[in-house]
């Protein structure tokens, strides 16, 4: 069969491996490389001719996909309508544009009856994508959850093993690769909202817009957080979650919660990423893997690369791949009425009958409480740790707005959400 | 579209599954279920007619996909065998047919122009299959290896967390149908060779004939062990392995190992499976999910026919679905060269300088230990454990063959491979 001709936009991390990867495939021909600056040194040899004009590549009527391994927002939305305008498959590992342009984008690759493929936008080397479109396909899926993001995964297995500061850790993170010099995209919980919003198409047909997704990151979480989890058998994880709700809206977020140490999430360790999908068919399913990284990453690029060019040998083949999402935003629930249970730790001056105040102040608000422990007390001082059953949110927080009032009250040193199985 | 006819055979337990979640199709008519026996009772109402003769779905030309989910095997492959004479497409279910005869069934498949999907043949509900074939598309899937079989690790769970005996966890296992009232199948590795068979053919091209596959099961398995294995971090798992050697050989094997609990194939429990997927790019995933069940597996047998009849819709589909199997059967290397790190737990007379003479015996024949301890002393006899480093079988076998020569020796009380990352 002839060989497939291919454009690749961006020689970085993931281009590179792209690159070496695609040296082993006899039936699909790299053609060009569209790079900014055809100065830079390149970790590895490119094996065809590289250019600085993007169009060599759009225009080039041979070229049947085009690869986007450049990232960021708005040149590589450009270069995507382009590159769809002119009836060319895609294959991107670009989660910012597909969350924010997602339904402008498939909308336009239906018009044209042309596919995008985006496995690598998401977890990076574990087949997800596939697994959510073409695995599952008998089930409805009523939850994605999970660890999606390596970095922060590994700043706190860092904290944990080596008893780190969230700076030091991150700054060896840095370091070592694994962090960017400006980390806020990963830390505080953007790249994983693009990865949620993308999963919520896929699991419930439409992109979620990131603003709208309830996101907090890890940037508060403590070593003595971290050491107050595994007391009461948690580990911290930077969990997202997008869940169907039955009026059609979805839950989704991202925050950082307690995982019981018997969860298989909670041995998701270093830049690994780690996933739940809840389908009515199969109950759950478990995928853990390499979240990112040159050959991880470029290995999602290339599978959909060889697929998307076996299934262009076929006629007609791109109703097929194109996955059932719609054109409108959806919708998402009211972030307060997500329940689960909570672990608070709060600091009081130690007079006797706290705890009883404690338990009514939780009473009146209808919330019950697993467990209540006061630890040592130190000049007058002590620590309560109250962890409560599964809760709304809005009623959590009102309870605790009400301990701030009372004269026992004294500081909210943590309040972590802890990982029940989400359905 | 036209909605695509299916015949499907066999109504027990996946069947009723099948039933199930096909009602929710509306892309796929259901015409008619062969049975054995009319008359039995059936946990659901059938959608279509019945019929005890397999003729009227195998010759009915109307009939694009026959779903063969009666499990057995001679019965099962003359149905399947005549069905792809008649330019059937197949979606089975059935590991020990495909096992056995699978080179036959895929040539027949290919010569006749029809394709034959499996994803329910391993792993129940996780879509191991499809990712393996199509998510994982751009690598060299150099082993596959895990947990394979829901009875055995339900029983091994149950002695764990209720200090029950094999035949106790066994019986609980027969009593809440995960385990059949003979056995053999599941705890002697049967199950899972069939399963290495398959996977085998699926990651290096070439289905292993079940009785070359090197298998232990877990009848041995004492209470004691499992309380041994915890003691030193470890967690007993039957761990079946398809690795690809240099030569073209494959190492296929199934046995019980000693699986580190930081490792998140310990956390597997209850009637999960859980699979490590190597390849040359993306380096190791993990799946974990239902191995079993009615709607776990019939998830899989309907996402196999949703997928294939849309590809039906396409000309020429049957090339692009084929997978790359060959004819031959592949060779297995000699079980003996297989390594890996050794727990070993003999009775001895305790008598001074046993130690030093097991240390001996090990160097002798280039066995490093990673440790040895002697457990309590009771009326001059003591247990020893040794945890060597990993080293081939076969010169491990040969160290405890001249053990048994010794004067201290009186017992090896137990003998477990303990499992490291398989690359």
Tied chains: 1, 2.
């Excluded at 999963?199 to 957080?225: C, M, Q, Y």
Aim: charged share 20%; with cysteine.
């Amino acid at each position: 069969m002839a060989r497939v001709v291919l454009g690749l936009i961006g020689f970085g991390t993931v281009g590179s491996g792209v690159v070496q990867l695609l040296a082993q495939q006899k039936s699909l021909r790299l053609k060009k490389i569209a790079v900014k600056d055809l100065k830079r040194e390149r970790p590895i040899q490119a094996t065809c001719p590289l250019t600085e004009n993007v169009s060599e590549i759009i225009d080039d009527p041979e070229i049947e996909i085009v690869i986007e391994a450049m990232g960021g927002e708005h040149e590589a939305l450009d270069y995507l309508r382009r590159a769809l305008e002119k009836r060319k498959h895609i294959v991107t590992a670009n989660k910012e544009v597909l969350a924010k342009y997602g339904p402008e984008l498939f909308a336009l690759a239906r018009e044209k009856g042309v596919a995008i493929f985006f496995e690598a936008s998401v977890a990076g080397g574990i087949p997800l994508i596939s697994t959510i479109s073409k695995g599952l396909e008998a089930n409805d899926i009523s939850s994605v959850t999970g660890i999606l993001n390596g970095t922060t995964n590994f700043i706190l297995s860092s904290m944990e093993s080596n008893g780190q500061s969230y700076d030091e850790a991150l700054a060896k993170a840095q370091e070592l690769g694994f962090a960017e010099a400006d980390p806020t995209n990963d830390v505080d919980g953007f790249d994983v909202a693009y990865k949620l919003s993308i999963l919520s198409a896929l699991a419930h047909e439409r992109f979620i817009k990131p603003e709208s997704i309830f996101r907090e990151g890890i940037r508060n979480v403590t070593a003595e957080d971290i050491a107050s989890a595994r007391n009461f058998g948690y580990r911290i994880k930077l969990v997202g979650t997008s869940r169907f709700s039955e009026d059609g809206k979805c839950d989704v977020r991202v925050h950082p919660m307690f995982v019981p140490l018997s969860h298989p999430l909670a041995s998701v360790s270093g830049s690994n990423n780690g996933i739940l999908v809840q389908g009515h068919a199969v109950g759950e399913i478990l995928m853990v893997g390499p979240g990112a990284g040159s050959l991880p990453t470029a290995s999602a690029v290339v599978g959909d690369t060889i697929n998307l060019a076996s299934a262009l040998q076929l006629p007609d083949f791109a109703t097929y791949f194109q996955p059932a999402i719609k054109s409108e935003w959806g919708a998402v629930v009211n972030p307060g009425s997500w329940s689960c249970p909570f672990f608070l730790q709060i600091t009081v001056n130690d007079s006797p009958g706290v705890i009883g105040q404690i338990g009514t102040i939780f009473g009146s608000h209808k919330i019950s409480l697993a467990s209540i422990v006061q630890k040592g007390t130190k000049e007058k001082h002590a620590d309560v740790v109250i962890v409560t059953q599964a809760s709304p949110e809005e009623t959590v927080r009102k309870a605790i707005e009400e301990m701030k009032k009372c004269a026992f009250f004294e500081k909210l040193k943590s309040c972590f959400r802890i990982f029940e199985k989400v359905e």
